[in-house]
């Protein structure tokens, strides 16, 4: 964690094998993991992961699994025997589910650190509102980390906007997984709760989930440096 490179999750937001064998080759040392997601995955599938892996890079399998607790234990386990080193589970699966999904990875050889998503950042308090649940939307990522915390999650994806409230509220052993990253000076796209790589690992962040302004900068390799050294300048104040 010292290595402030080890702190950046950069998105495989591409199309097919080619495209992300092509991206972790130009990246590998410069980010520490490489994220898989639903897209990828769903077309390319476990293979892919085996291939990244065994260029030893470290995979974020951002699966965001949903279902009862004996069939998310069970993705657990076939996930594990992957290699990966983090996977998603969604924190309003339940306690129950929650803590099958934990139990399960502590029972593999090397466990991922399996990580809850609190609220997709798509969802607003209006959605909310209409099913039934009062409150800001503050409070809802707030129970749903107690939920997700005391079922034995140490990470959590989360916005940049509750890296505070996270912070003061649980123990610093939780690991704070903030996607919706924009360096200075690059465009927000489609995500609004942004925080620079510096704001948000000043305010208490573990990983940074970075997709479009590296992967899509005319020089990634450059684009993931810069925010390295963004995490370092950071890191060092
Ligand atoms: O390109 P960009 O940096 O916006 O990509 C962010 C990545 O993080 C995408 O893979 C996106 O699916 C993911 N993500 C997110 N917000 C969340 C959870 C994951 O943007 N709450």
Redesign the pocket.
Known sequence: MNDPRSRIIV?L?VAGREAALAAVERLSGHVGYF?I?LELFTREGPRLVEEIRDRREKIFL?LKLHDIPNTVAGAVRSVCKLGIDMVTVHASGGAAMLSAACREAQASDSPPLVLA?TA??SLSEEDMHRFGVNGTMEQWVERFARTAYNAGIRGL?A?AREISMLRSKFDPDLQLII????PAGTGT???FRTATPYDAIKAGANYL?????I?QAPDPVAAADAVTGEIARALQE
């Not at 989930?209 to 302004?213: D, F, L, N």
């Open positions: 998105a937001d994220k997601g951002d998503v997709l950042t994806v916005s996607p919706g990253i924009r796209q489609d995500q989930v970075i997709g479009r302004p992967m």
